[in-house]
């Protein structure tokens, strides 16, 4: 049996009840929606269909009969087996003794004196380097020649390495101040009476 709240705690209750305005507004979400009309009317066409295979009655059945269709082969196929059959009864009814004895003749060709005299020489050299003995050999002194330039060579090459010392390690600082004298030569009497008399 439920207990009824005592006084200082049905007071609680009361104050507790009367705050219900600073409750939040909560939007009800539905889990099991219902199936819709559709969903409904495809399911028990489902279920009609189940019955209907389960109680089906197999002597409504109409008897058939069975046709075999075969195949006839065209004229091709039948003349390709026809010779075909005519070959194996002709193979397996052969008769070996109407076969003519030959006999085998085997041709060799000899080679000419010049094929014969490369084919020896080839072959000493080949047993010539495969008894090869090389305590036959004779020792040599390996000379290095070094042949030295010149005098006329060492001078100009003496020269060119000069030039180009004296080139790489050029000091401006070595060179004389110049003054620059301008000629301007006039022209005497005469060049000018004769330029005169020309120009007339």
């Avoid at 019955?51 to 046709?67: C, P, R, W, Y």
């Avoid at 269709?69 to 091709?76: A, G, H, W």
């Avoid at 010539?128 to 090459?157: A, N």
């Avoid at 000091?171 to 004769?194: D, F, G, H, Q, W």
Wanted: hydrophobic share 30%; aromatic share 4%.
């Amino acid at each position: 049996m439920a207990t009824t709240p005592t006084a200082p705690e049905h007071v609680k209750l009361m104050g507790d009840i009367s705050k219900g305005a600073d409750l939040k507004h909560v939007q009800a979400v539905e889990k099991n929606p219902l199936p819709s009309q559709q969903d409904v009317v495809q399911e028990k066409a489902h279920q009609e269909f189940l019955e209907g295979v389960n109680k089906f009655d197999s002597s409504k059945l109409n008897h058939a009969e069975t046709q075999e269709k075969v195949v006839l082969p065209d004229t091709s196929t039948i003349v390709k087996e026809k010779t075909e059959n005519e070959l194996r009864e002709r193979i397996g009814s052969f008769n070996k003794s109407e076969l003519s004895h030959t006999e085998t003749v085997e041709k060799v060709v000899l080679p000419n004196q010049e094929d014969v005299q490369n084919e020896k020489q080839h072959q000493q050299f080949l047993d010539g380097v495969s008894r090869f003995d090389p305590s036959t050999l004779q020792q040599t002194q390996t000379k290095e020649r070094i042949v030295l330039p010149d005098t006329t060579i060492i001078q100009q090459e003496k020269q060119e390495a000069e030039m180009r010392n004296s080139i790489e390690g050029f000091s401006r600082n070595s060179l004389k101040k110049a003054n620059m004298v301008e000629k301007n030569v006039l022209p005497s009497k005469a060049e000018i009476e004769t330029e005169k008399k020309a120009k007339a």
